[in-house]
């Protein structure tokens, strides 16, 4: 009997070994393959290195880790399918090649492609963007320019307590992906950076956005076709364009945007609070179900609107009527100021008008007094405080 007991011992003793071995998260520190945080070394090759090691691994958890210090990083891609739920770890931060072309013509900086069980924790990404917006705007021969944090086709991921700075374009970019959560993030760029948006999501179903802070010089939040159920919760966005569906309507065979719903949010300072903008073009996009609730307005230019006229610098404009079909949107709870006369400005297609709109609870106000409403092509109600002029 006590020899059963023994061999039986042993066995459990060998599984448990074999399963604990399996299933432990192993860490690949990226110096461990030649990274250097001096600010000088290009890192790349260390990073693209210490990927590979992670995500070949088959068990449970794996870890890449970025210590402390600057990494100076060239455009990378970090591709997927991998063999076990991956954890990128940054205590450290990525920097951009001092030269803006090193990064510019790629379309993207840091890039994550095909990966399943994604998550980033902590870390700064310094793109350092201040250079290639000079040349843009002085309109000489400038790159592209690139996206500082991609995810494509990832699903279950995660992005946590990053900061981006400085971003040559969009910050961060959620494409074609599912169920991803963005938490504790922030966002920094100048008012005047162009095409800076802080997190772009399009063709995209399940995304939340949490706890974040946003300070650019384009959309806070962009919302591209495609996307579903999109939820959106203490958000601070300021300075930057708002959070913003659209612009659709871009090409005429095009996804809409459905379910989505952003709460207990301000806007501080904004070119925009809410937005639904569309080109006045021919489009099989939509726009339905959207729920906008308990917001915080302080000096915001256009609090509230839909614009189906989008035409950003005359340019392009080809002076039709838009095909966007918007339906079924909720204003409730939204309070604050106005830095313009009008607070809620409502230019709907006249080939598709808006419908079911519902304003609700609205108290904005301009220099003390009370602000102004513009409605044009659309239907709806209005119930409870309304404190700009009734124009529904």
Not at 175 to 183: A, Y
Not at 197 to 225: A, F, K, L, R
Not at 344 to 350: A, E
Request: a positive charge.
């Amino acid at each position: 009997m006590a020899h059963k007991i023994q061999v039986l011992c042993t066995i459990f003793i060998s599984f448990a070994t074999l399963f604990f071995t399996t299933t432990k998260a192993t860490t690949f520190n990226v110096m461990s393959y030649g990274a250097k945080p001096d600010r000088k070394t290009d890192s790349t090759p260390a990073f693209l290195k210490a990927w590979s090691a992670a995500c070949s691994l088959v068990q449970t958890s794996t870890t890449m880790y970025v210590p402390p210090g600057n990494f100076t990083i060239k455009p990378a891609v970090f591709k997927g399918p991998c063999g076990s739920r991956i954890n990128v770890v940054i205590d450290g931060t990525l920097v951009a090649p001092d030269n803006y072309w090193d990064l510019g013509n790629s379309g993207y900086w840091l890039l994550f492609v095909l990966v399943n069980k994604l998550s980033i924790y902590g870390g700064t990404l310094d793109a350092k963007g201040t250079e290639f917006w000079k040349c843009r705007l002085r309109g000489g021969n400038c790159p592209a320019g690139a996206r500082s944090l991609t995810f494509n086709y990832v699903n279950d991921g995660l992005i946590s307590g990053l900061t981006s700075l400085n971003s040559q374009l969009m910050h961060i970019v959620i494409n074609s992906c599912n169920n991803v959560r963005v938490q504790n993030v922030k966002t920094i760029a100048p008012a005047l950076s162009p095409n800076t948006d802080g997190i772009h999501v399009q063709i995209s179903t399940g995304v939340t956005i949490y706890n974040s802070n946003i300070q650019t010089g384009d959309d806070c939040i962009s919302i591209g076709p495609g996307t579903r159920n999109l939820w959106m919760e203490q958000v601070k966005c300021g300075p930057g364009h708002g959070v913003s569906i659209g612009s659709l309507a871009r090409d005429l065979n095009e996804d809409g945007v459905m379910n989505v719903t952003l709460i207990n949010s301000e806007f501080r300072g904004s070119d925009n609070g809410v937005r639904i903008k569309s080109w006045a073009r021919p489009s099989t996009a939509f726009v339905t179900n959207i729920n906008f609730r308990n917001l915080i307005m302080k000096n915001v230019a256009n609090p509230i609107i839909i614009d189906q006229n989008y035409c950003p610098n005359n340019q392009g404009c080809p002076r039709q009527a838009s095909g966007v079909k918007i339906n079924q949107v909720l204003y409730q709870n939204i309070q604050g100021t106005s830095s313009t006369p009008f607070a809620v400005l409502f230019y709907c297609s006249p080939s598709n008008p808006c419908r079911g709109i519902i304003m609700e609870d609205i108290k904005i106000t301009y220099l003390n007094s009370q602000a102004k409403s513009f409605c044009n092509n659309m239907g709806g109600t209005t119930r409870g405080v309304y404190l700009p002029e009734r124009c529904l």
